[in-house]
């Protein structure tokens, strides 16, 4: 009888020797695992950070890319955990299966692959800003959210619009206010009779006294135009840091206290004229019964 507990052992020994073999592998991996996690969070995280500082990305842009940068730490971590604890076949065949997944998921999500990496364009490039007026495709509006896939614009209508990334990066873009200042045009037309000199004054003049134009770069008066019917004089100004609605209101407001002194001077804003003659307009008079 003593005999048969060490039997008993002996048969059991392959099977504790597995088990202890799958502890140890176990236990192999998660350290593996919590080890690139610790090194994530202590080391490559606070390094990435102050490379976003010197990139100075805003916070929007800040959320994701961490989320991607942890992402492919602790996929490496776990790819090297499974090598270190032995499980090298395993490893080789989720690797096959992922590069046929994703070749599958490329192939049925391209437009949304296409828009993520124009969404890491906007993100390095950063042709735009959260708050920034932009202008693209005859659409206009302020930008309220950039993700990877689709920016998210608020129109003048106060219409929301979902675009694609892809559309803004494929395009022409227009930031007017991309350095904190707009600059704005306007052409005043004069008639050919009125004085120039003083209508450049009258221009000048408003444009100093606008509280809302910056004396810094001053406003600017040019001869542009000398058409049929009128003289272009081309009025160029500058708006600090400026809205959608302080454009407008600025411009309206410049616009009529310009006019308003042109009418004061007696400088007139002349119609558009025109000559319509008939295809007989010259011909010489039709005679009836040999009277002229």
Known sequence: MAGAPVAFA??????????????????????????????NKLVIGPVVGRVFDRRGLDEHARRPLRKIVTFLVLFVGVTAAFGAAGYQDFLRSLATIAAAATLAIGFALQD?????????????????????WIEWDGNSGIVEDISFRVTRVRTF????????????????????????????????????????????????????????????????????DLSDSYVGLQSRIWIEDPSRADYVAV????????????????ITIPFPQRTVAGRDAWSEPMTFGGEA
């Open 10 to 39: 002996g048969a059991l020994e392959p099977y504790l020797g597995s088990a202890t073999d799958l502890a140890v592998d176990a236990g192999i991996l998660f350290a593996v695992v919590a080890a690139a996690y610790l090194l």
């Open 112 to 132: 949304v692959t296409k828009n993520f990496v124009a969404g890491v364009f906007i993100y390095t490039d950063k042709p735009f800003r959260i708050g920034d």
């Open 157 to 224: 209508d106060n219409e929301l619009l979902t675009v694609p990334n892809s559309v803004l990066t494929g395009g022409v873009v227009k930031n007017p206010v991309s350095k904190g200042r707009l600059r704005l045009k306007f052409v005043f037309k004069i008639d050919y009779d009125d004085d120039i000199d003083a209508a450049t004054d009258i221009i000048l003049e408003e444009a100093e006294a606008h509280e809302g134009i910056m004396a810094d770069p001053g406003p600017s008066v040019r001869l542009n």
């Open 251 to 266: 411009r309206a407001e410049y616009v009529q206290a310009v006019k308003e002194r042109f009418d004061e001077a007696d």
